[in-house]
Nanobody
Framework: VQLQASGGGLVQAGGSLRLSCAAS????????MGWFRQAAGEERTFVAG????????YYADSVKGRFTISRDNAKSTVDLQMNSLKPEDTAVYYC????????????????????WGQGTQVTVSS
């Protein structure tokens, strides 16, 4: 399974970016997906998760109301729409696939994820 993240870049505070993660596996549609981020010198943290059907989403408190995760199972993609960006959102963003299929809960524990994308840099200037 390969995950390819894209869409990162440089944006001013208050701006928007849309990240996308494309999966190579045809079994994408039965696995939950997550987005994580890692700022320089910090540990990787959970940003958002979505269950296999797209009916449930989960967000870190720091991004609630600003970020939206969505998926298109026909295209095997999961997106992260990021609005009202802040300098503290600057990080490398990673998409990841959950270990277990058809689970409803897609939470912040990294151990629940099996495959990771290569990361895409998001830089928010003040």
């Amino acid at each position: 399974v390969q995950l390819q993240a894209s869409g990162g870049g440089l944006v001013q505070a208050g701006g928007s970016l849309r990240l996308s993660c494309a999966a190579s596996s045809s079994s994408f549609r039965v696995y939950g997906m997550g987005w994580f981020r890692q700022a320089a010198g910090e540990e990787r943290t959970f940003v958002a998760g979505i269950n296999w059907s797209g009916s449930r989403t989960y967000y870190a408190d720091s991004v609630k109301g600003r970020f939206t995760i969505s998926r298109d199972n026909a295209k095997s993609t999961v997106d992260l729409q990021m609005n009202s960006l802040k300098p503290e959102d600057t990080a490398v963003y990673y998409c990841a696939r959950n270990k277990k299929l058809l689970v409803e809960g897609v939470g912040p524990a990294e151990n629940d994820y099996e495959y990771w994308g290569q990361g895409t840099q998001v830089t928010v200037s003040s």
